[in-house]
């Protein structure tokens, strides 16, 4: 599904991201590990065009989309989440969501002005799919609230449910569950593989481990820009050098 090959990105004389390569195949959870300054983030950002591939290449299903403009990567049916919140905060939940459908919507400037149908059209359809889509995480409720007025767990669902509106084929989430209690780690979990019953592909960075090992299909392990291991959950919990670099040796008894 997607094809990372040899992609390097340099800040001033620093490698954040060194000749890095790794395949994510179609319908899988496929998450991205490593210390804090690994360069995952940096990867995210290169793969959806925030920052420029200074050399290597990214394919998406076989076309080459490398430095491909954040809007028109959507378009490609690639949407992501951040690290820190970028949530409307004057808007509502709804609104917010509503965002995610730009792409499908009548946006005629004239048309706007004056009210036209396809206007109204566009804003019943796209009002009744995002409830539905919060009705699938329990936000329903919070439809009408302004985001600023809600928690940071709260928050981080939405932000994952607007991805979704845009009905994206991969889905790149920047440690969804990071500052989450446990109840609401576990209803994001599950929501991803919800997710990607429904053939999506997902791109994970997160340092919850549990999490982690609980719903990946394969790990990639980042060390200083590099490729430092992968495989399977149990490969990779198991692999010395990912123990040493990252894990500790506490991985191997559940600590």
């Not at 950002?45 to 989309?65: A, E, H, P």
């Amino acid at each position: 599904m997607l094809q990372v090959s040899h992609v390097t990105k340099k800040f001033g004389g620093v490698k954040a991201v060194d000749d890095f390569s790794f395949n994510v195949k179609k319908g899988t959870i496929h998450s991205i590990i490593g210390p804090n300054g690994a360069g995952k983030t940096t990867l995210v950002n290169m793969i959806t065009g925030v920052y420029k591939v200074d050399s290597g290449t990214v394919f998406l299903d076989g076309s080459d989309i490398t430095n491909l403009a954040t809007n028109k990567l959507v378009h490609r049916g690639v949407c992501r989440t951040f690290q820190h919140l970028e949530i409307c905060g004057n808007l509502t939940v709804i609104e917010n969501v509503m965002l995610g459908f730009d792409k499908y919507m009548d946006k005629n400037i004239l048309r706007s002005c004056f009210r036209a149908s396809s206007i109204l059209e566009d804003e019943k359809r796209y009002f009744k799919r995002g409830m539905h889509l919060l009705d699938l995480i329990g936000l329903a409720d919070f439809a009408d609230f302004e985001a600023k007025n809600l928690s940071y767990g709260i928050l981080k669902k939405l932000e994952i449910i607007r991805a979704l509106a845009t009905s994206p084929e991969v889905m790149l989430l920047d440690e969804p569950v990071a500052g989450l209690n446990p109840k609401e780690t576990q209803e994001v979990s599950e929501l991803i593989k919800t997710v990607v019953a429904d053939e999506l592909t997902v791109i994970l960075v997160e340092h919850d481990m549990k999490m982690i090992m609980q719903i990946s299909d394969h790990i990639t392990v980042m060390n200083f820009g590099q490729k430092l291991a992968e495989g399977t959950p149990s490969e990779i919990v198991n692999n010395e050098e990912v123990i040493k670099a990252y894990l500790g040796s506490g991985a191997l008894n559940g600590k």
